[in-house]
Nanobody, 129 residues
Framework: QVHFVEPGGGLVHPGGSLRLSCAAS????????VAWFRHAPGKEREAVSC?????????YYADDVKGRFTISRDNAKDTVYLQIDSLKPEDTAVYYC?????????????????????WGRGTQVTVSP
C-alpha cells in the first residue's frame, strides 16, 4: 500500500519561509520523478517544481517560483523537500507532492504532467500579513 506524508505547511507572513516534505511508503521516491503541484482557490492546479530521480539530478521550476523555491532530495531518508522562501500572498494554496513511477526524468509541462500516478493529500500553505 502506498502512502504519502507531506508535512510542512502552515500560516506564514509575506517574506517568510517554509519547508515542505514528501515521503512515501510502499515504493522508493529516490528512483522516480517527483513533483510539487499547488492548487489555489479559483485557479487551476499548477506544477511549481519537479525533481528527477536521484541518479538523474535534473530539476525544473515554474517561472514564478524561480529563485524562491528549491527542490531537493535526501537520499538516505528517501524524502523530497520543497524549500519555499520569500513567500508571497499569491503562493497561498494547497501543495501536493506527486510521484511518477513510470519515469525517472521529471516533466510537468506537456502530456507528462498527467502521468503522476501517486499523490499526497496535500498540505495548506497560507501567506497572510
Amino acid at each position: 500500500q502506498v502512502h504519502f506524508v507531506e508535512p510542512g505547511g502552515g500560516l506564514v507572513h509575506p517574506g517568510g519561509s517554509l519547508r515542505l516534505s514528501c515521503a512515501a511508503s510502499g515504493f522508493f521516491l529516490n528512483y522516480y520523478a517527483v513533483a510539487w503541484f499547488r492548487h489555489a482557490p479559483g485557479k487551476e492546479r499548477e506544477a511549481v517544481s519537479c525533481s528527477s530521480s536521484s541518479s538523474d539530478g535534473y530539476t525544473y521550476y515554474a517561472d514564478d517560483v524561480k529563485g524562491r523555491f528549491t527542490i531537493s532530495r535526501d537520499n538516505a531518508k528517501d524524502t523530497v523537500y520543497l524549500q519555499i522562501d520569500s513567500l508571497k500572498p499569491e503562493d497561498t494554496a494547497v501543495y501536493y507532492c506527486a510521484a511518477n513511477t513510470m519515469r525517472t526524468r521529471c516533466a510537468v509541462v506537456g502530456p507528462e504532467r498527467h502521468e503522476y500516478n501517486y499523490w499526497g493529500r496535500g498540505t495548506q500553505v497560507t501567506v497572510s500579513p
